[in-house]
């Protein structure tokens, strides 16, 4: 998983915070962790040359967004809640023809 995460260049003009926050989210949509701990955050830490404390404060933001859930002794994995409602199919409305807006929709799955 920190392959994904060597793809970072962090720029010196925003926060390495800011920036290794807005990939994890990227990556914690796009699924790539689902049910696998993050990397933890020292070899985080090594792989994109930062301080461990940079990558902690990340992590416990994470915790704060409900991203991600801290188990003890396991690390740190994206939130059960984040997993499920990103898991489910996205529901569609369209209306059905000759039927006013206003009292008939029809739901579709995609």
């Keep these: 998983m920190i392959n994904f995460l060597m793809d970072i260049e962090l720029h010196r ?9 807005a990939k ?4 914690i949509k796009g699924n ?16 994109l040359k930062v ?3 940079t990558v902690v404060a ?3 933001s994470l915790v704060d ?11 740190f994995y994206v939130h059960p ?9 996205k529901l569609v409305q369209t209306s059905q023809q000759g039927v006013s807006n206003s009292h008939h929709q029809n739901l579709q799955i995609s």
């Design 13 to 21: 003009n925003s926060s390495y915070q800011k920036q290794i926050k």
């Design 24 to 27: 994890l989210i990227e990556l």
């Design 32 to 47: 790539a962790f689902a049910n696998n701990p993050l990397p933890s955050g020292r070899k985080m830490a090594e792989q």
């Design 51 to 53: 301080s461990r404390n």
């Design 58 to 60: 990340v992590y416990e």
């Design 65 to 75: 967004d409900s991203y991600l859930v801290a188990r003890t002794r396991s690390g």
């Design 81 to 89: 809640d984040f997993l499920m409602v990103h898991s489910m199919p």
